[in-house]
């Protein structure tokens, strides 16, 4: 564990670019910890990161940009990322980070539309991907994979970033953030650094931060949630960050170095929860390092056996709301206001409403400081389309308001499945119930054009393997494990019991066991795990389409299994 023995002064609430920041942190934090890698000895004070950025802001100018140009940065979750990100902001060039994980065809797709002048490389990556034919032509390109390993000496940068701070343009286009695309083609939204610092002064403000934090950052900072909820966040208190590039590796790295807060997704939290409840983790505490005050989950509402799985370990799981275009943080909820479902107050600034319209009733309505100044909408040209700042956002997410102001979201405006019979239901609803059983890994309901919604399940290797030693199935490989007809029973009787509370026109009739997880490479979910219906559906498209003829397999290399729940009313015996 890093020793640290003095507190930042908190950031100037007068900071209208994140430059002001860097600098607050140079002056008072120069000496605690900034960035470390808990597998190397890489371990970067705010001094010398600081001092790093400038140097690869200096390499920006020198290859020709300036301020305004459009740069695409791409590089791993690494602490040179982290540099690049902090040179782009010095520099006054505009960031388009690509998120790693994302296939070539999505990142050559995406520099064609965002038409940058140069790249940032950083951490190793290589452009070779993206220098095939049909790529804009670009001026120039900027390798930031091996920055300048030596040391700062406190106030030796003091005139360079006093110099960029008076140049820095609060108002200005600072960087674009790219929507996840799980309702179609990302978006590009246009960004200032006077709303990213208020966004992140207003996230910062909900939680208690002590001298020595540290946080775990293990979400690709390309993505808007971990760009401000980590880094940006760890700006303004000059707190640490614990960066792990390899997701297989985080329970060891908490343990190298203690975290006291995890910024995740509900799948992160979900996994953790089902090596507790499998006995492979009998001290969550313990397994995160043993400081861990408060867990922050966005992007996707929480299964309710993992916020209580939580809870019985003693560990404070939360949840928070956002939109890339809103800045990104909505609400987050903390551990002193926190209830089941709820997604939190609104950050310091941050207007909500429900939308009473009849065409658009239940939509939640958002008015905030760090909106998007800009769209780039691939359907709309190459472009930026102008935001109003001071309107409403309409975000398209359906919720609701308790009466103490907290937000609940309960789907998309424009989520429903018509079925052939004419009927629509809400697919988010039905998804949420069934993850509430733990053999049910993930989930989508799918339907368009069917008598009946159908469910494509990828079950949990753990919850089956053990179903088949109990039920005393014996099968020589996966695909024969999920046909089995007695596994194929037991889930049917347990989703049919999840269901219950479900009106019965909603209700799932039939399910899939897939044999792979809906992953990015299939393109079939965000990097940030969140899933792509309308992509999952048309996948499984002759398999749905089977169903709706009655026939209970595909021919074929098809890695799933059909099966039929209970008749409603049935009153089946769980198998436990």
Same mark, same amino acid.
């Given at each position: 564990?890093?020793?640290?023995?003095?507190?930042?002064?908190?950031?100037?609430?007068?900071?209208?670019?994140?430059?002001?920041?860097?600098?607050?942190?140079?002056?008072?934090?120069?000496?605690?910890?900034?960035?470390?890698?808990?597998?190397?000895?890489?371990?970067?004070?705010?001094?010398? +990161?600081? &001092?790093?950025?400038?140097?690869?802001?200096?390499?920006?100018?020198?290859?020709?940009?300036?301020?305004?140009?459009?740069?695409? &940065?791409? #590089?791993? &979750?690494?602490?040179?990322?982290? $540099?690049?990100?902090?040179?782009?902001?010095?520099? #006054?060039?505009?960031?388009?980070?690509?998120? =790693?994980?994302?296939?070539?065809?999505?990142?050559?797709?995406?520099?064609?539309?965002?038409?940058?002048?140069?790249?940032?490389?950083?951490?190793?990556?290589?452009?070779?991907? +993206? /220098?095939?034919?049909?790529?804009?032509?670009?001026?120039?390109?900027?390798?930031?994979?091996?920055?300048?390993?030596?040391?700062?000496?406190?106030? !030796?940068?003091?005139?360079?970033?006093? @110099?960029?701070?008076?140049?820095?343009?609060?108002?200005?286009?600072?960087?674009?953030?790219? !929507?996840? #695309?799980?309702?179609?083609?990302?978006?590009?939204?246009?960004?200032?650094?006077?709303?990213?610092? /208020?966004?992140?002064?207003?996230?910062?403000?909900?939680?208690?931060?002590?001298?020595?934090?540290?946080?775990?950052?293990?979400?690709?900072? !390309?993505?808007?949630?971990?760009r401000v909820g980590d880094l940006y966040t760890a700006v303004v208190r000059g707190g640490c960050l614990s960066v792990v590039g390899d997701r297989l590796k985080i329970v060891e790295a908490c343990r190298r170095l203690p975290?006291?807060?995890?910024?995740?997704?509900?799948?992160?939290?979900?996994?953790?929860?089902?090596?507790?409840?499998?006995?492979?983790?009998? &001290?969550?505490?313990?397994?995160?390092?043993?400081?861990?005050?408060?867990?922050?989950?966005?992007?996707?509402?929480?299964?309710?056996?993992?916020?209580?799985?939580?809870?019985?370990?003693?560990?404070?799981?939360?949840?928070?709301?956002?939109?890339?275009?809103?800045?990104?943080?909505?609400?987050?909820?903390?551990?002193?206001?926190?209830?089941?479902?709820?997604?939190?107050?609104?950050?310091?600034?941050?207007? +909500?409403?429900?939308?009473?319209?009849?065409?658009? @009733?239940?939509?939640?309505?958002?008015?905030?400081?760090?909106?998007?100044?800009?769209?780039?909408?691939? *359907? @709309?040209?190459?472009?930026?389309?102008?935001?109003? =700042?001071?309107?409403?956002?309409?975000?398209?997410?359906?919720?609701?308001?308790?009466?103490?102001?907290?937000?609940?979201?309960?789907?998309?405006?424009?989520?429903?499945?018509?079925?052939?019979?004419?009927?629509? $239901?809400?697919? *988010?609803?039905?998804?949420?119930?069934?993850?509430?059983?733990? #053999?049910?890994?993930?989930?989508?309901?799918?339907?368009?054009?069917?008598?009946?919604?159908?469910? +494509? $399940?990828?079950?949990?290797?753990?919850?089956?393997?053990?179903?088949?030693?109990?039920?005393?199935?014996?099968?020589?490989?996966?695909?024969?494990?999920?046909?089995? @007809?007695?596994?194929?029973?037991?889930?049917?009787?347990?989703? =049919?019991?999840r269901q219950q509370e479900l009106p019965r026109t909603w209700q799932i009739r039939r399910f899939v066991l897939v044999g792979r997880p809906f992953d990015a490479a299939h393109g079939e979910a965000t990097e940030s795990f969140k899933l792509k219906r309308h992509v999952i559906a048309s996948?499984?498209?002759?398999?749905?389409? /089977?169903?709706?003829?009655?026939?209970?397999?595909?021919?074929?290399?098809?890695?799933?299994?059909?099966?039929?729940?209970?008749? /409603?009313?049935?009153?089946?015996?769980?198998?436990?």
């Open positions: 564990m890093m020793r640290v023995d003095e507190a930042p002064q908190p950031a100037a609430a007068k900071a209208a670019t994140l430059v002001d920041l860097l600098v607050d942190r140079y002056q008072d934090s120069f000496s605690r910890p900034a960035v470390v890698d808990p597998f190397s000895d890489r371990r970067l004070c705010w001094g010398d +990161l600081i &001092h790093q950025a400038l140097a690869a802001a200096e390499q920006l100018e020198a290859a020709g940009l300036r301020p305004g140009d459009r740069v695409v &940065h791409l #590089g791993p &979750h690494a602490t040179d990322w982290i $540099i690049g990100d902090l040179a782009c902001l010095l520099a #006054g060039v505009v960031q388009v980070a690509l998120h =790693a994980d994302a296939s070539q065809a999505d990142q050559r797709e995406q520099v064609q539309f965002f038409q940058p002048r140069g790249f940032l490389v950083s951490g190793g990556a290589s452009l070779r991907p +993206l /220098s095939q034919a049909g790529l804009p032509t670009v001026s120039v390109v900027v390798d930031w994979s091996n920055p300048a390993a030596q040391a700062a000496s406190a106030g !030796s940068q003091t005139e360079p970033l006093f @110099r960029r701070q008076a140049a820095a343009v609060a108002d200005a286009p600072a960087t674009i953030l790219i !929507s996840s #695309g799980t309702t179609g083609r990302p978006k590009g939204f246009v960004h200032t650094q006077r709303a990213l610092v /208020s966004n992140a002064l207003a996230a910062a403000a909900e939680f208690l931060d002590e001298p020595d934090d540290v946080r775990l950052a293990w979400l690709p900072q !390309s993505h808007a949630l971990a975290p006291a807060v995890i910024l995740g997704v509900p799948v992160f939290f979900d996994r953790l929860a089902a090596a507790v409840e499998a006995g492979r983790i009998p &001290h969550l505490a313990a397994a995160l390092g043993g400081r861990v005050r408060v867990c922050v989950s966005g992007g996707a509402s929480l299964r309710r056996r993992t916020v209580a799985t939580f809870g019985r370990q003693g560990i404070p799981l939360v949840e928070g709301y956002g939109l890339a275009e809103a800045g990104p943080v909505v609400t987050v909820s903390n551990p002193r206001i926190t209830r089941p479902g709820a997604a939190g107050l609104p950050l310091a600034g941050i207007e +909500l409403a429900i939308d009473q319209r009849p065409a658009s @009733r239940g939509q939640v309505l958002v008015r905030t400081p760090s909106r998007a100044v800009a769209v780039m909408d691939p *359907a @709309r040209g190459s472009e930026p389309q102008p935001m109003d =700042a001071t309107d409403w956002l309409e975000t398209g997410d359906r919720g609701s308001l308790d009466d103490d102001g907290q937000l609940r979201i309960t789907g998309r405006l424009d989520d429903v499945l018509p079925l052939s019979t004419g009927m629509k $239901i809400p697919p *988010a609803a039905v998804e949420a119930a069934l993850l509430e059983e733990p #053999g049910v890994a993930q989930v989508c309901v799918a339907g368009v054009g069917l008598p009946w919604p159908v469910a +494509l $399940i990828v079950p949990d290797p753990v919850v089956v393997r053990r179903m088949l030693k109990r039920l005393r199935c014996r099968v020589w490989s996966r695909r024969q494990a999920l046909a089995h @007809r007695r596994l194929l029973d037991w889930f049917s009787r347990r989703l =049919a019991a996948h499984f498209a002759p398999l749905l389409q /089977s169903l709706c003829r009655n026939r209970s397999r595909i021919p074929g290399r098809t890695a799933a299994t059909t099966g039929c729940l209970l008749p /409603s009313g049935s009153q089946p015996r769980h198998l436990r």
